[in-house]
């Protein structure tokens, strides 16, 4: 057996173990007798060492020109590019998604360096007119200081560069926590990062729990803006620990989202759009399509042809080019998504197909689970509101469009959502009314790109968006700069 590797913290520009000793186990999830990797087990005293190391790095680094740390962040995607494969087969072992889909995945963050990148040289502020003669009124934007960023397991390295790349431009310094389940692609990313030439103590990487690295960084009194992406559970955690302390925050969280389809869409390319959707990540995507939402006219038909392609899809180790669907990420998650197949059927939906976990076939050591359909769902079952973060797709019936869009609605959160339509109206007034960040035409909940803003309303954010150019928004302070230069005192609103 091959040996398994320590892998250490990154603090100060030092790889270093935890002060604890102890580490733990990053598995794979398609086969759980594979340990990838052990991580350090961290503790409060490497969250302060690491956070005291950013603290001491930031003056040097915020001062240091935008277009410098952007050239950095280029070669960050350079470096990407060239190990693309090796990272998105690393992400698979211990992530379990189809391999497509992690190359996807350290797309995402090539994307988001090559264009972030670019930022050194914008990070655009305003000029404007001043109301009196000599004066020069601008904005500019700072850096916030020392970011905090939590990042989930799902998207393992897209995630962490949605964070690291902004704040660094921006001129902030970084202390990153990844999910337990996930760490090694935000380990290879930091690796990269100093490769780069991103400076000691700039961007830091400790490694552990929720309760044992997380909090303690949130709560650091260095730690300037927490920047996390995870449940709506956790977040609201977040949100009240950053509020005592009148911290910056920003959140990514979960989400419910639908597809309508109506009666005159194409439904070849909807059932395709669907699908995608609801199995691709294993239905473990914040976006997920987790509800479709059918026309009456057309359910029926509709319907079975969906029930046809589930059937059909190919489950297995990701690493396997032909499979459709990969693990789910913990036996954890494959018990509770199991209990929201048995709730689904206490509730009286109509299971047609999936709702157990696989085995034999080579897959019993891994957390397989059924694709999953429930037809005859009402709006207001828990499988119908409730996040589920598995391959559970939830068939409801519809009015018309304004029904559609009710539903829809009908969901404490607000992330993504689509339409089917052939027809120009109903699409415009789906994209009016759908509360959502994000919204679809004859197009799946999931896939987007990193040059849009990203985020969603109700609670599955606070607010902000992350990507595109307002993730500059959350990484940076705004000064407002008056120049007089009358050489006399000028009184802006003062009548004389
Ligand atoms: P999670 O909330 O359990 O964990 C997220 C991160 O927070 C992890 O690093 C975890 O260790 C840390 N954490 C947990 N408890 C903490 C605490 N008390 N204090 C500080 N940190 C703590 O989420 P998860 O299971 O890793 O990810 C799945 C969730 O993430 C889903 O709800 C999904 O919808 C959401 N998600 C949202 C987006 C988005 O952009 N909106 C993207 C991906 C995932």
Redesign the pocket.
């Known amino acids: 057996m091959a040996k398994v590797p320590v892998l250490k913290n990154y603090i100060n520009g030092s790889w270093k173990s935890s002060s604890s000793g102890d580490t733990f186990d990053n598995v794979n999830p398609a086969n759980t007798s594979e340990v990838i990797g052990r991580f350090q087990q961290s503790t409060c005293k490497d969250v302060d060492e690491a956070v005291e190391a950013a603290a001491a790095a930031l003056p040097k680094w915020k001062n240091t020109p935008a277009p410098q740390r952007g050239e950095i962040l280029f070669r960050v995607a350079e470096i990407l590019v060239k190990r693309k494969e090796q990272l998105a087969q690393d992400m698979t072992r211990e992530m379990g998604k189809i391999i497509k889909e992690t190359r996807g995945d350290v797309q995402e963050a090539i994307d988001m360096a090559y264009y972030t990148a670019g930022e050194g040289r914008r990070l655009l502020g305003e000029t404007v007119p001043s109301e009196l003669n000599n004066k020069f009124n601008m904005s500019v934007r700072m850096p916030v200081g020392v970011v905090a960023a ?6 393992p390295m897209a ?1 962490p560069s949605w964070k690291l790349i902004p704040a660094l431009v921006c001129g902030n310094t970084v202390v990153i ?5 996930t760490p090694l692609s935000s380990y290879n990313l930091v690796r990269i990062c100093e490769e780069a030439g991103i400076p000691p103590g700039v961007l830091n990487m400790v490694t552990g ?3 044992n ?3 303690p ?2 709560d650091h009194p260095k730690v300037n803006l927490v920047s ?8 609201s ?2 949100a009240a ?1 950053c509020a005592k302390q009148m911290k910056q925050y920003s959140l ?4 419910k989202n639908a597809i309508i389809v109506m009666d005159d869409a194409d439904l070849n390319l909807a059932v395709e759009g669907v699908l995608w959707g609801a199995f691709g990540t294993t239905g ?4 997920a399509c987790s509800r479709v939402i059918v026309h009456k006219k057309v359910i029926k038909k509709f319907s079975n042809m969906l029930l046809r392609r589930t059937k059909n899809l190919k489950v297995g180790n990701g690493l396997n080019g032909k499979m459709e669907m990969g693990p789910l ?1 913990n036996e954890e ?1 494959r018990q509770k998504v199991l209990n929201y197949c048995n709730i689904g059927v206490e509730e009286g939906a109509k299971l047609l197909t999936g709702g157990a976990c696989v085995s034999g076939k080579g897959l019993s050591k891994g957390f397989f689970f059924e694709p999953t359909l429930f037809a005859d769902v009402s709006p207001k079952m828990r499988i119908a509101q409730e ?1 589920i ?1 598995g391959p559970v797709l939830s068939v409801i019936s519809c009015r018309n469009l304004d029904h559609a869009i009710q539903i829809t609605n009908d969901s404490k959160y607000g ?1 993504s959502s689509a339409i089917y339509t052939q027809n120009v109206n109903s699409a415009f007034k789906a994209i009016e009314n759908l509360d959502t960040g994000i919204t679809y035409i004859n197009s799946s909940t999931i896939g987007a790109e990193i040059q849009l803003p ?3 309303t109700k609670g ?2 606070n607010g902000h968006r ?1 990507a595109g150019t307002v993730a500059l928004e959350t990484f940076t302070e705004w000064k407002s700069v008056y120049i007089d230069y009358s050489g006399t005192l000028q009184k802006a609103q003062i009548e004389e």
Do not use: Y
């Open positions: 939590i990042t989930p397991w799902n998207f995630i926590k990844p999910a337990s389940d729990s929720g309760r690295v997380g909090t960084l949130m996390f992406t995870g449940s709506t559970d956790t977040g955690i977040v620990h990514e969280m979960g989400g473990q995507r914040c976006t990420i998650q996040e973060f992330l990203f985020g969603g599955t954010g992350e």
